[in-house]
């Protein structure tokens, strides 16, 4: 089975950064896609960013555009989310997800397609 491991998270001020880790062990190599997912307070979950592996493509919500980037170590088995120019908006708790399951371009951003969530990690940005 393959597991996901969050860290990283913690609390920034506004305009700063963070840079999330997400660890995975067992058939890390073979999932379709793999992403960011997050939930704020009393709102629904959404896909922040996801990468794809058949083709290496990334994904990217409005909201974050130019300010998150995601990346892939698999040497370390690990997907990172680097975020810059933090907003009080972006607090929510992260999470890790990937499928093993093909997928059309793009769907990776819709959190119903994942089925290997981590336990999340808590981001909260402060005006």
């Known amino acids: 089975d393959v597991q996901l491991v969050e860290s990283g998270g913690g609390l920034v001020q506004a305009g700063g950064s963070l840079r999330l880790s997400c660890a995975a062990s067992?058939?890390?190599?073979?999932?379709?896609?793999i992403g960011w997912y997050r939930q704020a307070p009393g709102k629904d979950r959404e896909g922040v960013s996801c990468?794809?592996?058949?083709?290496?493509?990334?994904y990217y919500a409005d909201s974050v555009k130019g300010r998150f980037t995601i990346s892939r170590d698999n040497a370390k088995n690990t997907v990172y989310l680097q975020m810059h120019s933090l907003k009080p908006e972006d607090t929510a708790v992260y999470y890790c997800?990937?499928?093993?399951?093909?997928?059309?371009?793009?769907?990776?951003?819709?959190?119903?397609?994942?089925?290997?969530w981590g336990q999340g990690t808590l981001v909260t940005v402060s005006s």
């Open positions: 997800a990937a499928t093993f399951f093909p997928m059309s371009p793009g769907l990776c951003l819709d959190d119903v397609y994942l089925e290997v």
């Open positions: 067992g058939r890390h190599s073979d999932d379709y896609a």
């Open positions: 990468f794809m592996n058949n083709d290496g493509s990334t």
